[in-house]
C-alpha cells in the first residue's frame, strides 16, 4: 500500500471513530437526559412577583392546562377573589366571584368559546398524585359535588394544618410549589376581608390582590393542550337550587 493510500486510509479510521463517538454520545445524552419542570411568574399588582414550580410528570393534564391559559394571556388582570387567612389564597375567576371558569376559547386558538373542564389528577379520582399539601403548594380548585370540575381556578396553601390541609390531601389536583416569592403570598393573606350578604366564610377581599400576569418558562419543552371534558352540570346553578353560595364550596375545609 502505498503512502498516501495508508494516509487516507489512516484519515478514513479517525473520521469513523469520530462518528461512532458522536453517535454514543447523543444515545448517552438522551438516555440519561432529564427535563427541567416548567417555571410559572406571576406578577401581582403592588405586591410583588411569585415563581412556582410545575410537576407535568405527576400531573401532566393540569400543568399543560395551566400552561396554555397562563401563555395566551388568561389570567392577566384576573385576582385573588377569595382569601383565607392561615389556609389558602384562590384566583384564576374570569368573573372575579368564584363562579367563573374559563372558555375552550382561552385554552386554544379556535376553541369554542364554551365552558370545559379537565381530569381531577388526584388519588380519589383514580389518578396517583403523592405530592404533599403544605406551605407554598399549588393546586386546582373544583366543585365538591364532582372530582372533574377544575377548570382555571387555582389555590395557593399559605400554612400547612391539620384541619384544612389534612381535608384536602387526596382530593384536589395538587400540581406545582412556591419556589421564591413566598413572603409575597402571605403579604395578600393579610388582606382585609369581609362575607358575602347569606355566606358565613370572612374570605372576600375588600380590594381584591389583581394578577397583572402569569407567564410560563417551558425550558424548551412543548406542551401541549390537555384533554377537556364537558362540565358535569353548571355548579353555579347547582348550588344556588341548594341555598348555597358557589364561591363558598371550591373547596372542603
Avoid at 64 to 82: M, P, V
Avoid at 105 to 114: A, M, N, R, V
Avoid at 167 to 176: I, K, T
Wanted: proline share 4%.
Amino acid at each position: 500500500m502505498s503512502k498516501s493510500s495508508k494516509i487516507i486510509w489512516g484519515i478514513a479510521l479517525i473520521v469513523i471513530i469520530v462518528l461512532i463517538g458522536v453517535v454514543v454520545a447523543s444515545y448517552i445524552k438522551k438516555a440519561t437526559f432529564k427535563p427541567e419542570n416548567p417555571v410559572a411568574t406571576m406578577e401581582v399588582e403592588n405586591f410583588g412577583t411569585i415563581k412556582m414550580e410545575l410537576y407535568p410528570d405527576v400531573a401532566p393534564e393540569t400543568v399543560s392546562n395551566f400552561i396554555a391559559l397562563a401563555n395566551r394571556g388568561f389570567y392577566n388582570d384576573l385576582t385573588f377573589h377569595r382569601i383565607v387567612k392561615d389556609f389558602m389564597i384562590q384566583g384564576g375567576d374570569k368573573n372575579g366571584d368564584g363562579k367563573g371558569n374559563a372558555n375552550l376559547s382561552d385554552l386554544k386558538e379556535g376553541g369554542e368559546k364554551k365552558a370545559y373542564t379537565i381530569k381531577g389528577e388526584f388519588n380519589k379520582n383514580n389518578v396517583t398524585n403523592e405530592l404533599k399539601i403544605e406551605e407554598g403548594t399549588l393546586a386546582m380548585a373544583r366543585a365538591s359535588y364532582s372530582y372533574d370540575t377544575a377548570s382555571s381556578q387555582f389555590f395557593i396553601v399559605t400554612k400547612e394544618s391539620e384541619n384544612n390541609t389534612n381535608s384536602l390531601y387526596g382530593q384536589y389536583a395538587v400540581f406545582g410549589k412556591v419556589i421564591e416569592g413566598m413572603d409575597v403570598v402571605h403579604k395578600i393573606e393579610e388582606v382585609e376581608v369581609t362575607a358575602k350578604e347569606g355566606a358565613t366564610e370572612v374570605s372576600t377581599p375588600v380590594n381584591a390582590p389583581k394578577i397583572t400576569s402569569i407567564t410560563v418558562d417551558t425550558k424548551g419543552i412543548d406542551y401541549e393542550t390537555p384533554e377537556t371534558m364537558d362540565p358535569p352540570v353548571d355548579y353555579s346553578s347547582y348550588y344556588q337550587q341548594l341555598g348555597l353560595d358557589p364561591s363558598q364550596v371550591m373547596i372542603n375545609e
